[in-house]
Structure formats: structure tokens, C-alpha cells
Nanobody, 121 residues
């Protein structure tokens, strides 16, 4: 079994910074991609950032220049540093990973349980 456990998040004022992290554990052979998505109330889940095992990052325009994704491959952990936060960044943030489990010849997508980020105006 594979688990993604998130930590961090919370409440911050607009313009402030916050970070979240996500650790993958369990029967992991390798991790190809890790990333973050978010979902605000009444909205669809949206892509925020991804990072490949080789360190290639991707962001949508809505967070580019404000958010930074990074990983510690040795710890199977992904981080999201969020700066210049806006009230519209308020959402539940979900960790995502494409993992090849031990003993399995295919890639499987896994999600964390989500962590709340609230930005007050």
C-alpha cells in the first residue's frame, strides 16, 4: 500500500506566505511525478504545480512566480512554498503522485487527504 500524508497549511493574511508538504510512504518502487492540486468550495479541482523526478517543474499562470514546488527524493517528499497569497488561493490543497508500486509493472496515481489553506483579506 502507498500513502500520501500532507502537513502544513492553515490560516494566513493576504500577502503572507505558507508552506505545505507531502510525504509518500509504503510499498514504493519509484516516483515519477509529484504535484499539488487545489479545490475551492463549489469549484473543480485545479492543477497547481508538478515536479518530475528530474526536477522539471510546471505551474499554471495563476500561481507562477508566487508558488514554488520542490522535492526531497530521498524522503519521497514534495513541498509547496506559497508566497504573496491572495484570498482566491483559499482552497483545500491535495498532494498527488504518480508512483510505481513495488511488484507492480504500472504507474498508479495517488492522492493525499487534503489540507486546508485559508487566506484572509
Amino acid at each position: 500500500q502507498v500513502q500520501l500524508v500532507e502537513s502544513g497549511g492553515g490560516l494566513v493574511q493576504a500577502g503572507g506566505s505558507l508552506s505545505v508538504s507531502c510525504a509518500a510512504s509504503g510499498s514504493i518502487n519509484s516516483i515519477n511525478i509529484m504535484g499539488w492540486y487545489r479545490q475551492a468550495p463549489g469549484k473543480q479541482r485545479e492543477f497547481i504545480a508538478t515536479i518530475t523526478r528530474g526536477g522539471i517543474t510546471t505551474y499554471p499562470d495563476s500561481v507562477k512566480g508566487r508558488f514554488t514546488i520542490s522535492t526531497d527524493n530521498a524522503k519521497n517528499t514534495v513541498y509547496l512554498q506559497m508566497n504573496s497569497l491572495r484570498p482566491e488561493d483559499t482552497a483545500v490543497y491535495y498532494c498527488y503522485a504518480q508512483i510505481i508500486p513495488l511488484g507492480a509493472p504500472f504507474i498508479t496515481g495517488y492522492w493525499g487527504q487534503g489540507t486546508q489553506v485559508t487566506v484572509s483579506s
